[in-house]
């Protein structure tokens, strides 16, 4: 079993930035893909960025332009850095890690943007 521990999340205005972080242990960020999930009440969770082994990434429209989803293999974590953030992003953030045909969820983490 693998553990993700995610971080960073927190309230921002209009326009601020936010950046969040998904740790794991040992080098296995290097070998498989992760992506990002959001969840707004009412909303089925949605893929918002995701990144393969070997650094492709990938958006959804909405977030196009304003967020970058980057990984530290020395760090052993992967980063969801958000601008120009918008009342609409509201959400929890929950990051994915693709496992051995497994699909492991960290635990998420609000993110709120409101003035």
């Known amino acids: 079993q693998v553990d993700l521990v995610e971080s960073g999340g927190g309230l921002v205005q209009p326009g601020g930035s936010l950046r969040l972080s998904c740790a794991a242990p040992g080098r296995i960020f290097s070998s498989y893909p992760v992506s990002w999930h959001r969840q707004a009440p009412g909303n089925q969770r949605e893929l918002v960025a995701s990144?393969?082994?070997?650094?492709?990434?990938n958006y959804a429209t909405s977030v196009q332009g304003r967020f970058t989803i980057s990984k530290d293999k020395v760090k052993n974590t992967v980063y969801l850095q958000m601008n120009s953030l918008e009342p609409e992003d509201t959400a929890i953030y929950y990051c994915?890690?693709?496992?051995?045909?497994?699909?492991?969820w960290g635990q998420g983490t609000q993110v709120t943007v409101s003035s």
């Open positions: 990144i393969s082994s070997s650094g492709r990434t």
């Open positions: 994915k890690l693709e496992w051995r045909g497994y699909d492991i």
